[in-house]
């Protein structure tokens, strides 16, 4: 929590940017106006919209899917105040704003342009990813609980718009900073396993330096961590300790490893070696192949509970 808040005052408005670049998206593109082709339809209080602003633009071949150029257009939308007590209308019109300038850049020149960069694609897809995220709440704060049922947010079709709000920010941040402090920068990548679409031998990838949009709400993410003693299949987790939660992501494990994984870490934010040990050894326990399970250690991905089960 510190480290994040910390990070929060340091970027302020930069913030979302710095993330970009953490979650290894470098190559977007910054402040891009596009035309827009609905300009009644988009307009506001009965006025016409000529352009659309997107903050930034990343494209990128989907490492889950292949043949297909993903493009994610950002919105970043930070405060230095609350979220609002009333939250619903601030983010329909987040939301609204995004998904029309989607709609706008299916149809861009600057779309056109960025297709014609890449080679071996057949395909493309055009996504959001809102940034509502502020330096006075706690990192805690999860606004999408409070909007996830907001009406009147369907009238463009947006496809798909990934939200990232001060807890699952705070997420991000603190898993990836913790991959890379605990085994070192050159040592971590996202782990992309197989899921049906990304089968191709000669291009498949599994893992990156590049977070997949689909990770972005998960509540999990997985890390290929690689060091000259080991090979370690790393999963941080949102959600605070639970058997049940440990023991799906022991599942999760078992079909990830790839057979490439000496070790499986298991981390989450409030893991406690002296208080979950023993639900962890019972857990462990009860696995039929005990080979792997003995390779499963349990650790906490937040600076408050250091220690891990050994």
Known sequence: MGEWSKKLGEHGEDIVESLLKLIGWHSSIKGTDIDCFKQKEHGKDGSLRKQHGIDFIFSSPSPLEDDLLRHLLVSSKFSSKP???????????HINDLA?????FKKSETKKRINKSYQNVNSDSVSGVLFWINSADDPSTD???QVCNVKG????????????????????????IYAKSSFGKENYRFLYPSTGKNIGTSTRLTSGEILPAEYLNS????????????KILLICCQENFSENTLK?????SMAATLEFANEVLIAFP?????????DVDITKAGLANKKFASTIK???????FRGSEE
């Open 83 to 93: 979220y609002p007590n009333s939250p619903s209308s601030t983010f329909k019109s």
């Open 100 to 104: 029309t300038a989607i709609e706008c």
């Open 143 to 145: 606004i999408v609980q």
């Open 153 to 176: 947010i369907d009238d463009f079709p947006y496809g798909t718009i990934y939200v990232i709000d001060n807890y699952r920010a705070s997420f991000l941040y603190d898993t990836i």
């Open 219 to 230: 509540g999990i993410i997985p890390f290929h961590i690689e060091t000259d003693k080991k």
């Open 248 to 252: 799906r992501l022991i599942g999760f």
């Open 270 to 278: 409030d893991y406690e070696f002296t208080k979950h040990k023993q």
């Open 298 to 304: 349990v650790s906490s991905y937040k600076n408050d």
